[in-house]
């Protein structure tokens, strides 16, 4: 089984930048793409941003401009970089594995915890 560990979250101000980090250990041959997606307290889970293993990008609207996501295939590591953090970034961020099907959708075969990213004002 695949398992994955975020780490890099904590408490940022407003404009300051953070870098996310996701360890993924296990048989992943399966797997073909790599996510991040948030959950803020009350609101439902959206993604923020995915990378295939083809290098492949995608990117929600909110973070676009922001928000970078790569990988780096030697460590089996995921990273996302966020600047410009704004209070809305708040939220729960899972790393998570999966498979594309078709050209935007997702199959998703395993999860992370979580890491509590918090941004004030």
């Known amino acids: 089984q695949v398992q994955l560990v975020e780490s890099g979250g904590g408490l940022v101000q407003a404009g300051g930048s953070l870098r996310l980090s996701c360890a993924a250990s296990?048989?992943?041959?399966?797997?073909?793409?790599m996510l991040w997606y948030r959950q803020a307290p009350g609101k439902q889970r959206e993604l923020v941003a995915t990378i295939t293993n083809g290098g492949s990008t995608y990117y929600a609207d909110s973070v676009k401009g922001r928000f970078t996501i790569s990988r780096d295939n030697a460590k089996n590591t995921v990273y996302l970089q966020m600047n410009s953090l704004k209070p809305e970034d708040t939220a729960v961020y899972y790393c998570a594995a999966g498979r594309t099907i078709g050209q935007s959708s997702y199959a998703i075969d395993y999860w992370g915890k979580g890491t509590l990213v918090t941004v004030s004002s």
């Open positions: 296990g048989s992943i041959f399966s797997i073909n793409a």
